[in-house]
Antibody
Framework: QITLKESGPALVKPTQTLALTCTFS??????????VGWIRQPPGKALEWLGL???????RYSPSLKRRITITKDTSKNQVVLTMTNMDPVDTATYFC???????????????WGPGIMVTVSS | DIQMTQSPSSLSASVGDRVTITCRAS??????LNWYQQKPGQAPKLLIY???NLQSGVPSRFSGSGSGTEFTLTISSLQPEDFAVYHC??????????FGPGTKVGIE
């Protein structure tokens, strides 16, 4: 059974750097085609894809945020870390980490989601 | 970016109704289109992938169709647990991957 769970601060101040950890189980991020991504959702608004870390270490980012975000993995701990710099109140959102199986399985659909973590940016 | 739109933005329906939601892409995405259901306070759940394939465990009253730029999600007989927000997502291009704005299905 695949599970993912986000952890990190619930509150950050403007201009600070956010670091969120996704701890996963039930799959290997070294398996061909697998990816772990990050998606966020401001309160009452649409989902926004942030980035995707692939099994071969290839990492893709949203063009609008690529200057501010980095996604890395810690294989020994089965974790993927999202770092976002220069946080602003508009970054207030629930942040989800997601599992993406190989493309042939769900054609890019995210089949398992973490419960999400609400992050508020406020002074 | 590939822009995704959904219509309607919200609808009211009764248990047993047939419900159809439309998702349009700003360019052809062939069949790289996925549908999610999100209930309040929960993470989205994958319902349909590749436009018309039912994800494992999803009831057969859900179905998807379409290709190119226009897609539909149909619920053949709305059940009480189906009241939720439905999101479409294109996975044709990851620069960036994009979601529609969502369609809220409420109780009439």
């Amino acid at each position: 059974q695949i599970t993912l769970k986000e952890s990190g601060p619930a509150l950050v101040k403007p201009t600070q750097t956010l670091a969120l950890t996704c701890t996963f189980s039930g799959f290997s991020l070294s398996s061909r085609g697998v990816g772990v991504g990050w998606i966020r959702q401001p309160p009452g608004k649409a989902l926004e894809w942030l980035g995707l870390f692939h099994w071969d270490d290839d990492t893709r980012y949203s063009p609008s945020l690529k200057r501010r975000i980095t996604i890395t993995k810690d294989t020994s701990k089965n974790q993927v870390v999202l770092t976002m710099t220069n946080m602003d109140p508009v970054d207030t959102a629930t942040y989800f980490c997601v599992h993406r199986p190989e493309m042939a399985t769900t054609r890019g659909g995210f089949d398992v989601w973490g419960p999400g973590i609400m992050v508020t940016v406020s002074s | 970016d590939i822009q995704m739109t959904q219509s309607p933005s919200s609808l009211s329906a009764s248990v047993g109704d047939r419900v159809t939601i439309t998702c349009r892409a700003s360019q052809s995405i062939t069949n790289y289109l996925n549908w999610y259901q999100q209930k309040p306070g929960q993470a989205p759940k994958l319902l349909i992938y590749a436009a018309s394939n039912l994800q494992s465990g999803v009831p057969s009253r859900f179905s998807g169709s379409g290709s190119g730029t226009e897609f539909t999600l149909t619920i053949s007989s709305l059940q009480p647990e189906d009241f939720a927000v439905y999101h479409c997502q294109q996975s044709y291009s990851n620069s960036p991957l994009t979601f529609g704005p969502g369609t809220k299905v409420g109780i009439e």
